[in-house]
């Protein structure tokens, strides 16, 4: 069963910058969407990047992060990244790595088809 293990969430001011990893283990060729979503207190967990695995390698992003937020990955080392600049207090959240089978059919998955979790890092945003 793949595993996900998030790191690098922490607390920073607004204008600034963080990145996350996401190291993938018992890796399932089939799970070959990756993506990062986020939840914050009181509402539904959203879809903000994901990458597909395979050629190509095609990235999708929310709108309220477009230009702000890149999604990356190192397959040698089976880790995902997210690095995240210019941060708002809006992205405060709770930041979770997802892995979904089948590709990311063209956009952003949602939550329901997700296969794998991580259990989440925090990124706390202060204005």
């Known amino acids: 069963e793949e595993q996900l293990v998030e790191s690098g969430g922490g607390s920073v001011q607004a204008g600034g910058s963080l990145r996350l990893s996401c190291q993938r283990s018992?890796?399932?060729?089939?799970?070959?969407?990756m993506g990062w979503f986020r939840q914050a207190p009181g509402k539904e967990r959203e879809g903000v990047a994901a990458?597909?695995?395979?050629?190509?390698?095609?990235?999708y992003y929310a709108d309220s992060v477009k230009g702000r937020f890149t999604i990356t990955q190192d397959n040698a080392k089976n880790t995902l990244y997210l690095q995240m600049n210019s941060l708002k207090p809006e992205d405060t959240a709770m930041y979770y790595c997802?892995?979904?089978?089948?590709?990311?059919?063209?956009?952003?998955?949602?939550?329901?088809?997700?296969?794998?979790w991580g259990q989440g890092t925090q990124v706390t945003v202060s204005s």
């Open positions: 997802a892995a979904k089978w089948a590709g990311c059919g063209g956009r952003l998955p949602s939550a329901a088809e997700i296969g794998y």
């Open positions: 990458i597909y695995s395979g050629a190509g390698g095609s990235t």
């Open positions: 018992g890796y399932a060729r089939t799970t070959n969407c």
